[in-house]
């Protein structure tokens, strides 16, 4: 950190505490909008990484950038809050960021010559010539079989038509937005690239070489073939029926027919099968065949090995006559031979009772043969396309690897279940599907004793249930979101997480199906959907095999527990980390926001009010109303803060008895420092708040013991949270214990994660709606004022227990009143 900025810090540490303690502020909201918008970004990459979404890879390079971004913003501004405290953060951030920009760097695409290649040179060269065309040259020099001559416009060329007309930044914008599961945006985003394209101009030095080539390889006016060889064409994936192959193209056609190939890569099912393929668009560079057209007398397909005929240990031969698109789109049924696996083949009678639209016995048994020699040269199983011209030549036009077949099972899938939902429409916070039994999590005491193989039902979904993830086989909850740090561990280990029913109609140890890919909860373990999940749900390994370097690095949330050793920047390994590590700290900055004395308070203004407080309250910003602008002093109904008025309307419940007399100050500070010499309206002595349109920090302080509430309540639930500290007292130290176990038991009814040490409790309550938020804040201010004097009176377990459930009874009196 620079110098200066430190040295800023000191001063106004020294001479400015009020400017201190509004900067602060404005750095930690600065801070929580950019937490918001890293959950959300982090949420939908985990998605993408794990398979969940099927999107484009510019899309994640996009969202990482996003993050990148969010979570620099995050660490700066805990920097700004505390200079000195973590000043190593940034250097951890930056080493994170590099590696995570290195794995999700895409290569930049070859933009040079050469731009055109011979079919025998297209053999070589797979990287530029596309699949297809290699494998066609390929089965010309290697396998010495009849192929028509032909040329390539090669895979560079589509790249430098891209950068020749400025298309590269418009088509990345797109592919950014490119999401499988929106059929209507993907059809939208592909018309527009398919657009771009057909109004671009073929660049002379490509125009020139495609012209040339068509001369070479046709005599006058012959038509031509413009067939499509994207670069993972034909291979490992096949691609088939997905791009666009012009026929009975006029020569002078030949460019527009390049660009409507070119435009073909774009289609809507051809850029959902890359992306479901775990393929980059640069990885599926168009490179584009061009041949003359086969005057076909019949034409079709073979498979060297056909596993409709003697279990696969066939070549199958299906053909139609004239040309054989019909054939392989579908539309026609054809005609059907088989023959033996061999070197000299011999066509069999049994699976072949009529040739009708195939070639003749004889030419049979030399396709058979070519087909059998090309299996030999590809060092695999083939699928050929051939043609027979009315002269009685025979060509191969495509060879590629054969697809293995799977059992289908889709079929099954859409037959309608036979079991309704007991819930149904819930949030998707992570997919999944699991069968167990209901374990409800009401309390930190039942979270510690999760059972394993449990459906958990909780209100929300706090991170103290991550320590016992490994346990669980699903989650129901209340409240919460895809955002929170939950849901991202859940994805992460396959946990399906729903949210959104507060009235569970489940009894203990029920045993349910929850559905996280429908949103819906079962009664019973459900098979079909277990088995539906299963089947229906495959994704491409190749889809999370490109992210499995950098998700760890991006998404993977490390830090859990924020009282670990390991919870510093040091700790971080991830991005997801980071963010974890500036909010947590971040919250506790505001919490220790202010000392005993009240520093930075000079402009705050005395809060005049029936209690028996004395209270002074400084706004950071839209925290009055406008008509408290002038003056020292301001009224309960001055404060427009959300939160502050919700912590106050319980504090000043009517149902509480004050004292007339008693004026609740820092007894123990007036005892240490006064010795009578100070009023007891001392500044030194008294209550004091930070307010805003959203927020409020107060401490206040009840005799010998102090509160300290620290609360954004707001629209934007994953910023929400309640802070609550409470310590000391006046009797002796088990009566103070036993007022502490009050608060406890009360706080966990009310959804609050809390941690006792010695006459000290610390309670947390997070990422809850705006209502829920606000409610909360009243008990807590209800709560804050009845335990005020409860030491002096507690004397055992049992009165504890009784005061608990007297409380929350009057508390949910109020609540319905």
Known sequence: MPFSQLFKHWTYQLFAPGTLLRRKYEAFKELLAQDAVALELIADLEEIFYGKTLADRQRAVWMTQRLSEAVSIMAGKLMEMNPTRYMDLPEYFRKIDFYVRMGMELEEPEVGPPYILSLEEAASFPHLAGGKACNLGRAKVEGGVPVPPGFVVTANAYNYFLDFNGLNGKMEKLLRQMVVGDRDLLARLTSEMQELIMAAEVPEEIARGIRFGVSEIIEGDDLIAVRSSALAEDGEISFAGQYASE????????????????????????????????????????????????????????????????GGNAIGVYGVHGLGFELVDGSISPDKATLTREDQPRLNTDCTPDLGGLPAADTLVRLGAMAMQLEKSFGCPQDIEWAEDVTGKLFILQSRPLQSERDETAEAAKQPLGVRPLIEGLERASTGVGCGEIYFASSGERIAR????????????????????????????????RASHFASVARESGVPVVVGHTNYPFEPGQLVTVDGFNGAVYDGCVEEIMTRSREGRQVSARVVEQYAKVAPLAVKLNLTDPDAEEFTPTGCKSLHDVVRFCHEKSVNEMFSVMDKRGRGMLQAKRLETSLPLVMYILDLGDGFFDNAAEGKTVSPQDIKSLPMWALWYGLADERVQWPERLTHMDWEEFDRMSAGIFSFDSRLLASYGLVSDNYVHLMVRFGYHFSVVDSVCGPDAGANYINFRFKGGGAGFDQRLLRLEFIRRVLDRYGFETKTRGDMIDANFARQGENETRRTLVRLGYLMAVTRLMDMRMDSEEQVALEVERFVEEAEHRDVR
């Open 247 to 310: 026929l009975n193209v006029q020569p002078n056609d030949v460019l527009e027919a390049y660009k409507r190939v070119l435009a073909g890569k774009n289609c809507p099912r051809a850029v959902a099968y890359r992306i479901s393929n775990g393929l980059t668009d640069s990885q599926t560079a168009m490179a584009v065949l061009v041949i003359p057209m086969v005057d076909a007398e019949t034409a079709g397909v073979a498979y060297t090995r056909d596993p409709d005929c003697r």
């Open 450 to 481: 999760i059972p394993e193989g449990a459906v958990v039902v909780t209100k929300r979904l706090q991170p103290s249930l991550l320590t016992f993830i490994g346990r669980m086989n699903g989650v129901i909850s209340g409240t919460g979101s």
